[in-house]
Nanobody
Framework: QVQLVESGGGLVQAGGSLRLSCAAS????????MSWYRQIPGEQRELVAQ???????DYADSVKGRFTISRDNAKNTMYLQMNSLKPEDTAVYYC?????????WGQGTLVTVSS
């Protein structure tokens, strides 16, 4: 099973930026579709951004124009560049990988945006 570790979360003021990373191990990274989800306590986990094996991307309407998802298959790492952060972006962000036969989740990293 793919193992995922997120990093880069923290406290930032509204309008600031953060860069999240998701490192994968014990897998063929290029075979996986990679996604970022986020979850606020008491609310459902929602898809934020997704990048396919070919590099095609998709974003939630709430983050379009502000967030950028990317992947480096050679480094087995996925990134989420988060700009113009808003208080409503505050959540635990999770990395997800989906492959032909397996899938996995990271432990999550907390992003807190203050106003």
């Amino acid at each position: 099973q793919v193992q995922l570790v997120e990093s880069g979360g923290g406290l930032v003021q509204a309008g600031g930026s953060l860069r999240l990373s998701c490192a994968a191990s014990r897998t063929i990274f290029s075979d996986y579709t990679m996604s970022w989800y986020r979850q606020i306590p008491g609310e459902q986990r929602e898809l934020v951004a997704q990048i396919t094996r070919r590099g095609s991307t998709d974003y939630a309407d709430s983050v379009k124009g502000r967030f950028t998802i990317s992947r480096d298959n050679a480094k087995n790492t996925m990134y989420l560049q988060m700009n113009s952060l808003k208080p409503e972006d505050t959540a635990v962000y999770y990395c997800n990988a989906e492959g032909p036969h397996t899938s996995g989740w990271g432990q999550g990293t907390l992003v807190t945006v203050s106003s």
